[in-house]
Nanobody
Framework: QVQLVESGGGLVQAGGSLRLSCAAS????????MGWFRQAPEKEREFVAT????????AYSDSVKGRFTLSRDNAENTVSLQMKSLKPEDTAVYYC????????????????WGQGTQVTVSS
């Protein structure tokens, strides 16, 4: 079992930055692809970004590409999502997830989920 705890969410003005962190416990994340998803009010959860087990490969949704950067520190058992140039449409609960696959772009790829952290971007 892998337990995931997100942190770093909050309220920020449009154009601002936030850094989300995901701390894992129970097992080392080096054996897992990691990802972030988000869910806005009254919308379905959507893919944001994923990173391969080694950290050598990343993929982003078109809506965040160029603004968000996903990284991982397997030694510290953490994953970070740096978010810049935030927009009101980025407002959502952000979830960290772990997959037994090398990485994943779909919710169904993931085996473990955190509880989420709220990000609110004001205009």
């Amino acid at each position: 079992q892998v337990q995931l705890v997100e942190s770093g969410g909050g309220l920020v003005q449009a154009g601002g930055s936030l850094r989300l962190s995901c701390a894992a416990s129970g097992r080392t994340i080096s054996g897992y692809g990691m990802g972030w998803f988000r869910q806005a009010p009254e919308k379905e959860r959507e893919f944001v970004a994923t990173i391969s087990r080694s950290g050598g490969n990343t993929a982003y949704s078109d809506s965040v590409k160029g603004r968000f950067t996903l990284s991982r520190d397997n030694a510290e058992n953490t994953v970070s999502l740096q978010m810049k140039s935030l927009k009101p449409e980025d407002t959502a609960v952000y979830y960290c997830a772990a997959t037994n696959r090398v990485w994943g772009l779909r919710q169904n790829d993931y085996n473990y989920w955190g509880q989420g952290t709220q990000v609110t971007v004001s205009s």
